[in-house]
C-alpha cells in the first residue's frame, strides 16, 4: 500500500471544550501586546532575575505537576517511568530556563553570551561551537558527552560574535505578540517554547494548549506567574477552533506550532480543497512569520563492527530506550533502523533489541490516534514482531524487521508512526565505507524528514583510518537540525545550548520537519545543526535508560542540583547514579 509523503497528522481527539468566545480571546492578545514595549524594555539583569523566579516556582510544584503528568500516562510517579517523566517534562525546561539564566547575566556584563568553546572549522566552509559541556558541572556530570552547533556556510566566529543577541541589541524592533501553539505530548514542549519567545526573540507571549494536555495549564500558570503578573505571558485552552482563531489575529506577530506537518500545512493554507488548491499555487492563507518543528522518520544509522557482547547489550538498551519513552509519543523517536546487510551481528543485535523490549512494561497508549496509526503500518506489514502486553489501553512495543530499502514509497520510510513502533531496513554494500556513505545518502533522500537522527559506531571503528574519516565527512554530510554520535539526538532537545529544530531551507509548500529553532541558549543568529556526541559505552549507564530502576531517584537529585548547582549536592547525586 503506497503512503504520501509526510507524517501522519496526530488527531487531538477532543472537540474544543472551551467555548470559542472571539471577544475574550482578541481581549487576551490586546493585553500581551498593550506589554510588547515594555518588554522590550526589561534589562538582561532583570530578565535574569525574573528566570531565577521561574526556576524557583516551577520547582515548588515539580511533583505536583510530575503527578499529574504521570496520572494522564499511566506512569508510576514514584518509580522509574516517573523519573523519566519528570526529566523530560520539567528537568529540561529547567535547564533551559537555566541557560538562558546564564546568557542574560552574559549579556548584562559584556553584550552577549559567552560560549565556552572551542571552536573547529569544518567541511562547506563552516565552523562548529563547542556549547557542551558549558561549564564545569556539566564536565562531571555528563562525562565524556560534547555538544556543537554547526553554522550556515559562510558564516565566521566573528560573524557569530558580531550577530549574537540580536534582541538584545534593537529591542524595539523585535516587540511583539508571538503565538505559540503548543503540541500535547511532552509536558515541557509549550513552556520552553515560551522562553525561546521571550528570551531568544524579544517577544510577549500567547500560549494556547493542546487539549491532550490541557490538564497541565495551571501547574503552566504557577510557574510562569512572574510573567503573567506583568502582562508579558498569557495561556489558553481550546482546540483547534481557537488555534485558528489566534492565527487571524493582526496583533499577533508571527507564530510557532509543535505538531506535525499536516498541522502546519492547515494552519498557513487551510483545510480542504481549497487548501490544497492554495498550498499548491503557494497562495497562503497566514503571511506572517511560522515556524515550526514538526515530525520526522528519525534514523539511527548502525554502523557494522565487532561488538563486544557489552557493547550489544549496551545499545540495545540505548536504541530500546529511544522508542520506550514517552511510549513512542515523540517526534524524536527512531522509527527506521538502518543496518548493514552484510553485518555478521545484524540478527544478534535485534534479537537482543527485542530481549530489551521485553524487559521493559508495555506503557499506555495515551495518544489520541494511536491504535489507527499502529493499524495503518501492521496492513502493511502484518509480520511485525510485537512485544509485550497489549492488553487494554497498552500497546506492544512493535518492531517491522526487513523493510525493502528499494520500496521508497513504504510506509516506514516516508510516514511517522507517532505510537511504540520502528521498523529495520539493511542496506547492501561493499565495506563499512561503503556502507556509511549509502546510509547517508538514504537518509537525506529517502527517509521523509530533517528534524534528529542518530549514528552508532564502535571505538574502534571510528579510529580505523578508512572508516573513521568517512563517518566524519557523514556527520557533515547529513541533512538533519540535530545529530547524535552514540549518544540519543534527543539529548540535543534536552541541553538547550544546542540548537533543537529542522534542518534549515524547507519551502512552505514542503514544510516537512519545520523551520526554525528553539533552545538556543547562546542566541546564534544562523545555526544550521547541533552534532551532539557520547561515549559508545558509558558507564554507569545513563539515568534516562528505560532499564534504568533508579531513574526516579537520580532524576530527582538532578533536578534538585539543575534548580540550584552546588559541589554539596554533588556527592549523593553521583552515588545515586553510580547505583544505576
Same mark, same amino acid.
Given at each position: 500500500?503506497?503512503?504520501?509523503?509526510?507524517?501522519?497528522?496526530?488527531?487531538?481527539?477532543?472537540?474544543?471544550?472551551?467555548?470559542? %468566545?472571539?471577544?475574550?480571546?482578541?481581549?487576551?492578545?490586546?493585553?500581551? +501586546?498593550?506589554?510588547?514595549?515594555?518588554?522590550?524594555?526589561?534589562?538582561?539583569?532583570?530578565?535574569?532575575?525574573?528566570?531565577?523566579?521561574?526556576?524557583?516556582?516551577?520547582?515548588? @510544584?515539580?511533583?505536583?505537576?510530575?503527578?499529574?503528568?504521570?496520572?494522564?500516562?499511566?506512569?508510576?510517579?514514584?518509580?522509574?517511568?516517573?523519573?523519566?517523566?519528570?526529566?523530560?517534562?520539567?528537568? &529540561?525546561?529547567?535547564?533551559?530556563?537555566?541557560?538562558?539564566?546564564?546568557?542574560?547575566?552574559?549579556?548584562?556584563?559584556?553584550?552577549?553570551?559567552?560560549?565556552?568553546?572551542?571552536?573547529?572549522?569544518?567541511?562547506?566552509?563552516?565552523?562548529?561551537?563547542?556549547?557542551?559541556?558549558?561549564?564545569?558541572? %556539566?564536565?562531571?556530570?555528563?562525562?565524556?558527552?560534547?555538544? +556543537?552547533?554547526?553554522?550556515?556556510?559562510?558564516?565566521?566566529?566573528?560573524?557569530?560574535?558580531?550577530?549574537?543577541?540580536?534582541?538584545?541589541?534593537?529591542?524595539?524592533?523585535?516587540?511583539?505578540?508571538?503565538?505559540?501553539?503548543?503540541?500535547?505530548?511532552?509536558?515541557?514542549?509549550?513552556?520552553?517554547?515560551?522562553?525561546?519567545?521571550?528570551?531568544?526573540?524579544?517577544?510577549?507571549?500567547?500560549?494556547?494548549?493542546?487539549?491532550?494536555?490541557?490538564?497541565?495549564?495551571?501547574?503552566? #500558570?504557577?510557574?510562569?506567574?512572574?510573567?503573567?503578573?506583568?502582562?508579558?505571558?498569557?495561556?489558553?485552552?481550546?482546540?483547534?477552533?481557537?488555534?485558528?482563531?489566534?492565527? &487571524?489575529?493582526?496583533?499577533?506577530?508571527?507564530?510557532?506550532?509543535?505538531?506535525?506537518?499536516?498541522?502546519?500545512?492547515?494552519?498557513?493554507?487551510?483545510?480542504?480543497?481549497?487548501?490544497?488548491?492554495?498550498?499548491?499555487?503557494?497562495?497562503?492563507?497566514?503571511?506572517?512569520?511560522?515556524?515550526?518543528?514538526?515530525?520526522?522518520?528519525?534514523?539511527?544509522?548502525? /554502523?557494522?563492527?565487532?561488538?563486544?557482547?557489552?557493547?550489544?547489550?549496551?545499545?540495545?538498551?540505548?536504541?530500546?530506550?529511544?522508542?520506550?519513552?514517552?511510549?513512542?509519543?515523540?517526534?524524536?523517536?527512531?522509527?527506521?533502523?538502518?543496518? !548493514? =546487510?552484510?553485518?555478521?551481528?545484524? +540478527?544478534?543485535?535485534?534479537?537482543?533489541?527485542?530481549?530489551?523490549?521485553?524487559?521493559?512494561?508495555?506503557?499506555?497508549?495515551?495518544?489520541?490516534?494511536?491504535?489507527? =496509526?499502529?493499524?495503518?503500518?501492521?496492513?502493511?506489514?502484518?509480520?511485525?514482531?510485537?512485544?509485550?502486553?497489549?492488553?487494554?489501553? =497498552?500497546?506492544?512495543?512493535?518492531?517491522?524487521?526487513?523493510?525493502?530499502?528499494?520500496?521508497?514509497?513504504?510506509?516506514?520510510?516516508? /510516514?511517522?508512526?507517532?505510537?511504540?513502533?520502528?521498523?529495520?531496513?539493511?542496506?547492501?554494500?561493499?565495506?563499512?565505507?561503503?556502507?556509511? #556513505?549509502?546510509?547517508?545518502?538514504?537518509?537525506? %533522500?529517502?527517509?521523509?524528514?530533517?528534524?534528529?537522527?542518530?549514528?552508532?559506531?564502535?571505538?574502534?571503528?571510528?579510529?580505523?583510518?578508512?572508516?573513521?574519516?568517512?563517518? +566524519?565527512?557523514?556527520?557533515? %554530510?547529513?541533512?538533519?537540525?540535530?545529530?547524535?554520535?552514540?549518544?540519543? !539526538?534527543?539529548?540535543?532537545?534536552?541541553?538547550?545550548? &544546542? /540548537?533543537?529544530?529542522?534542518?534549515?531551507?524547507?519551502?512552505? &509548500?514542503? @514544510?516537512?520537519?519545520?523551520?526554525?529553532?528553539?533552545?538556543?541558549?547562546?542566541?546564534?543568529?544562523?545555526?544550521?545543526?547541533?552534532?551532539?556526541?557520547?561515549?559508545?559505552?558509558?558507564?554507569?549507564?545513563?539515568?534516562?535508560?528505560?532499564?534504568?530502576?533508579?531513574?526516579?531517584?537520580?532524576?530527582?537529585?538532578?533536578?534538585?542540583?539543575?534548580?540550584?548547582?552546588?559541589?554539596?549536592?554533588?556527592?549523593?547525586?553521583?552515588?545515586?547514579?553510580?547505583?544505576?
Amino acid at each position: 500500500m503506497s503512503q504520501s509523503r509526510g507524517a501522519t497528522a496526530p488527531t487531538s481527539g477532543a472537540q474544543d471544550h472551551v467555548t470559542l %468566545d472571539r471577544v475574550a480571546l482578541e481581549q487576551i492578545v490586546a493585553e500581551v +501586546e498593550a506589554n510588547a514595549l515594555r518588554w522590550a524594555a526589561v534589562s538582561a539583569q532583570e530578565r535574569a532575575a525574573l528566570l531565577a523566579r521561574i526556576v524557583h516556582d516551577t520547582y515548588a @510544584i515539580a511533583e505536583e505537576w510530575n503527578s499529574a503528568a504521570c496520572a494522564a500516562k499511566g506512569l508510576d510517579a514514584n518509580g522509574p517511568e516517573g523519573g523519566e517523566e519528570l526529566f523530560s517534562g520539567i528537568g &529540561t525546561f529547567v535547564r533551559m530556563a537555566q541557560a538562558f539564566r546564564q546568557s542574560m547575566l552574559d549579556i548584562a556584563s559584556s553584550g552577549r553570551p559567552q560560549y565556552p568553546g572551542p571552536v573547529h572549522h569544518k567541511s562547506g566552509q563552516r565552523i562548529a561551537i563547542q556549547v557542551m559541556p558549558a561549564n564545569t558541572f %556539566d564536565k562531571i556530570l555528563y562525562g565524556g558527552i560534547t555538544g +556543537e552547533v554547526w553554522m550556515e556556510p559562510g558564516v565566521s566566529e566573528a560573524d557569530v560574535r558580531a550577530t549574537q543577541a540580536g534582541a538584545y541589541t534593537s529591542p524595539e524592533s523585535h516587540a511583539g505578540v508571538s503565538l505559540v501553539l503548543g503540541a500535547g505530548n511532552v509536558a515541557s514542549l509549550g513552556p520552553r517554547d515560551v522562553l525561546t519567545k521571550l528570551f531568544a526573540e524579544g517577544r510577549v507571549v500567547v500560549l494556547k494548549a493542546n487539549p491532550v494536555n490541557d490538564y497541565l495549564v495551571p501547574y503552566w #500558570r504557577q510557574a510562569f506567574a512572574v510573567l503573567i503578573d506583568a502582562g508579558f505571558l498569557r495561556i489558553v485552552s481550546g482546540g483547534a477552533q481557537v488555534g485558528a482563531f489566534l492565527t &487571524t489575529l493582526p496583533a499577533v506577530h508571527d507564530i510557532h506550532v509543535t505538531g506535525s506537518d499536516k498541522t502546519h500545512d492547515a494552519i498557513v493554507f487551510g483545510v480542504g480543497p481549497d487548501g490544497e488548491r492554495r498550498k499548491a499555487a503557494n497562495d497562503p492563507l497566514i503571511t506572517k512569520p511560522v515556524t515550526c518543528e514538526l515530525g520526522n522518520v528519525s534514523p539511527v544509522v548502525i /554502523v557494522p563492527g565487532n561488538w563486544t557482547k557489552k557493547e550489544l547489550i549496551y545499545q540495545a538498551k540505548h536504541v530500546a530506550t529511544m522508542l520506550a519513552n514517552n511510549a513512542g509519543f515523540n517526534c524524536l523517536s527512531p522509527r527506521v533502523l538502518i543496518t !548493514h =546487510r552484510g553485518w555478521a551481528q545484524r +540478527e544478534e543485535f535485534l534479537n537482543e533489541l527485542e530481549a530489551v523490549f521485553a524487559s521493559i512494561p508495555t506503557r499506555k497508549a495515551y495518544y489520541p490516534g494511536a491504535l489507527s =496509526r499502529r493499524d495503518s503500518f501492521l496492513a502493511v506489514h502484518p509480520d511485525a514482531h510485537q512485544i509485550g502486553s497489549g492488553d487494554g489501553e =497498552r500497546m506492544p512495543w512493535t518492531i517491522i524487521r526487513d523493510v525493502d530499502p528499494d520500496a521508497t514509497d513504504d510506509i516506514c520510510l516516508n /510516514v511517522e508512526a507517532f505510537c511504540a513502533l520502528t521498523s529495520e531496513t539493511a542496506l547492501e554494500a561493499t565495506s563499512t565505507a561503503d556502507f556509511v #556513505r549509502k546510509a547517508v545518502d538514504f537518509c537525506n %533522500d529517502v527517509v521523509w524528514g530533517t528534524l534528529s537522527m542518530t549514528l552508532l559506531a564502535d571505538p574502534r571503528t571510528m579510529k580505523d583510518a578508512t572508516v573513521g574519516p568517512v563517518i +566524519e565527512q557523514a556527520i557533515a %554530510d547529513l541533512r538533519y537540525g540535530s545529530i547524535g554520535v552514540n549518544l540519543w !539526538h534527543a539529548m540535543s532537545f534536552a541541553f538547550s545550548t &544546542t /540548537v533543537w529544530g529542522a534542518y534549515p531551507g524547507h519551502l512552505v &509548500t514542503d @514544510i516537512q520537519s519545520g523551520s526554525g529553532f528553539v533552545g538556543n541558549a547562546f542566541l546564534f543568529a544562523r545555526p544550521q545543526k547541533s552534532v551532539v556526541r557520547g561515549p559508545f559505552v558509558a558507564s554507569p549507564a545513563p539515568a534516562w535508560f528505560s532499564t534504568n530502576q533508579n531513574a526516579g531517584v537520580v532524576m530527582r537529585k538532578l533536578l534538585a542540583f539543575e534548580v540550584k548547582p552546588s559541589w554539596a549536592k554533588l556527592p549523593a547525586l553521583l552515588a545515586a547514579a553510580l547505583k544505576s
